[in-house]
């Protein structure tokens, strides 16, 4: 079945229903410019959080996704904001969808599933997180036989290697915490929380390609 089919879309009407979220990752820095422009874009409620987007659970994102009603439509000021990779921002937009739930980014005006444009979005991004699903537990088994493999040859092993960092982050895409995250790939929390945070900022432009 094609990803997308039997999932919900629909054309909003915006008016009165936009949701604001926005985030930065300390409290040394300031989230006005982000609510200024999602005031101005129409946002009746905006959720602020102050948290790393690689290392720290985000209490008010998980208000604001039980705040959302269907008819909703969530708006970010740019996709840095929201999701920790491409493939969590994939999920995100999905899962929004099935809610019957718009997506909307002020700084990449081409991802707005409220458009009439919307349902080719909305496939694009279900597309996309049934792929990166499919591929986390390749990449998981991988990333543990190759670390096995490592053990059994003796000597100190790496901690957090790239393979590693990649496999790290998309655990914790999909839910996993620090501690169970480090668990699975045989490192301290304090390397794996080093090693995310210097990957906090998720590439997600070439979810536009």
């Known amino acids: 079945m094609r990803a997308g089919q039997n999932l919900r879309w629909r054309l909003f009407d915006v008016s009165g229903n936009v949701i604001g ?3 930065v990752s300390t409290r040394g820095q300031s989230l006005d410019s982000q609510v200024d422009a999602l005031v101005a874009a129409g946002a009746v409620r905006v959720f602020q959080e102050y ?17 959302l009603q269907p008819g909703n439509v ?14 969590d921002l994939a999920e995100i937009v999905t899962v929004l969808g099935q809610r019957g739930i718009g997506f909307r980014s002020l700084a990449e005006p081409w991802l707005d599933t409220t458009s009439a444009h919307g ?3 909305f496939d694009m991004f279900a597309s996309l997180a049934e792929y990166e699903r499919s591929r986390l537990s390749e990449r998981t088994k991988a990333g ?12 100190r092993p790496r901690t957090m290697t790239p393979s590693k960092t ?4 998309q655990l914790r895409s999909q839910g996993k915490t620090l501690k169970e995250t ?4 045989s490192v301290s929390v304090s390397s794996l929380t080093r090693a995310l945070s210097r990957n906090d900022v998720p590439d997600v432009a070439t979810a536009a390609a």
């Open 166 to 169: 990649e496999a790290a982050r």
């Open 51 to 67: 948290a790393s987007g690689a290392t720290q659970a985000r209490a008010r994102w998980k208000e604001c996704l039980d705040y």
């Open 182 to 185: 480090a668990q699975i790939l």
């Open 119 to 121: 349902k080719l979005i």
């Open 144 to 155: 543990l036989a190759a670390a096995k493999a490592r053990g059994r040859l003796g000597g």
């Open 74 to 87: 969530l708006t970010v000021a740019d996709l840095t904001r929201l999701g920790r990779s491409t493939a």
């Open 21 to 23: 979220y926005a985030r």
